[in-house]
């Protein structure tokens, strides 16, 4: 009788180590993350509008239909990415992800404080590597470290209704993801 | 043989225990750090590096990006005040008002996260939409037949979740505040 109340307490601790190492590892192991379903129409370090989410199709499970909405899949590994996003009238914000779709820094319009959004991504050993003149004069430049290599930019912009969704596209098809590369 | 009957108990055991906790925990949405107003959750950490390993493993199962905390946060309903499972047969008014927010908006989606289709090809309200009272509260009833006034049409679909998305807020980003002000009530109207 104790035998088995012992087999049976560890195949609940068993358990327990299963259920923990399952929820670590689904992240690595997901084949339909955000990244492996934007991957296939987003060229690398470019900025791609997405396609409005209509009751039969959208590329991504709870997107916001109010929102026109533009992605940048970033590769970091030759160089900083400059992103320019010109603000649309009403709202307009830019959430950069891991490869993981780790939400890691989002900014909007109104925190940017200006016409137009302009941020410098770099990995933290290129943020080291700048020049410390640079760095000074840099001051108003906002510099965000992404933790990965590869990772998302999604910049997003609300159409109050639906008769300004043109300006809010037209807004994002201004915006602009440029490859820095690494002058030697 | 007694060891191998054992060992089997314990293996089969570990699994069901296992694989049942995860499958549990994702297919519910469990997550730890929750702001909970009324019928409405919100995970604000979950738009943050400070997401816990539940979230982000339903995040990288479902294949869809957190609103990251900055840009705003979002709150999901299942179920009415009154802990009613949303039924898309059913009528449900969403009415009051929202905590201070730049802009909402708030759509409905089918558990999988799809929009759900419709007659009028309505699919959200957005705050500037919305068709207010005198007192600035509103009430958007949602239902799968016609209804006058602010209707966001179910399509009849067997469940269904509202997110209200709250931009450019102050919800969220002081987190261990519980009370965070006044979020629509929703209740049940009867079912067709």
Not at chain 2, 12 to 32: E, H, Q
Not at chain 2, 106 to 111: E, F, G, K, S, V
Request: charged share 15%; net charge neutral.
């Amino acid at each position: 009788m104790i035998r088995a109340l012992l087999w049976i307490l560890s195949g609940l601790l068993l358990g327990g180590i299963v259920h923990l190492s399952t929820v670590l590892a689904m992240p690595q192991a997901a084949k339909q993350d955000a990244y492996s379903r934007l991957s296939p129409v987003t060229p690398v370090n470019t900025m791609v509008p997405l396609p409005a989410p209509t009751a039969g199709q959208a590329i991504m499970p709870f997107m916001d239909p109010a929102f026109a909405a533009a992605v940048c899949r970033y590769d970091l590994s030759n160089g900083s990415i400059k992103l320019t996003a010109p603000v649309s009238q009403a709202y307009t914000s830019v959430t950069f992800y891991t490869r993981k779709s780790v939400a890691y820094y989002a900014i909007n319009d109104r925190a940017a404080g200006r016409r137009t959004i302009e941020l410098d991504l770099m990995t933290p050993v290129q943020h080291a590597d700048m020049p410390e003149e640079e760095d000074v004069t840099a001051a108003d430049r906002l510099i965000i470290e992404s933790p990965s290599t590869v990772g998302l930019i999604v910049l997003r912009a609300l159409a109050p209704e639906p008769g300004l969704m043109p300006m809010a596209r037209q807004a994002l098809a201004a915006a602009k993801c440029e490859l820095q590369p690494v002058d030697q | 043989m007694r060891l191998l009957l054992g060992s089997l108990v314990t293996f089969l055991i570990a699994a069901a225990v296992g694989l049942g906790a995860t499958w549990l925990t994702l297919t519910r949405g469990v997550a730890f750090g929750s702001l909970n107003v009324g019928a409405w959750t919100a995970w604000p950490k979950s738009g943050s590096v400070d997401i816990d390993p539940y979230a982000r493993a339903n995040i990288a199962r479902t294949g869809e990006l957190p609103t990251g905390m900055g840009d705003g946060v979002a709150f999901y309903a299942r179920s009415d005040d009154a802990k009613n499972t949303f039924d898309g047969r059913c009528t449900f008014v969403v009415s009051g008002m929202t905590p201070a927010a730049r802009y909402w908006t708030i759509t409905l989606y089918d558990p999988e996260g799809r929009l759900v289709a419709n007659a009028i090809d309505r699919h959200s309200f957005t705050s500037d939409e919305i068709v207010r009272g005198g007192n600035g509260n509103f009430a958007i009833t949602v239902a799968p037949l016609a209804r006058p006034g602010n209707w966001l049409p179910t399509g009849g679909a067997d469940k269904f979740v509202l997110i209200l998305r709250l931009y450019d807020t102050p919800i969220g980003v002081s987190t261990g505040t519980t009370k965070e002000g006044p979020m629509p009530t929703i209740t049940r109207k009867g079912c067709s």
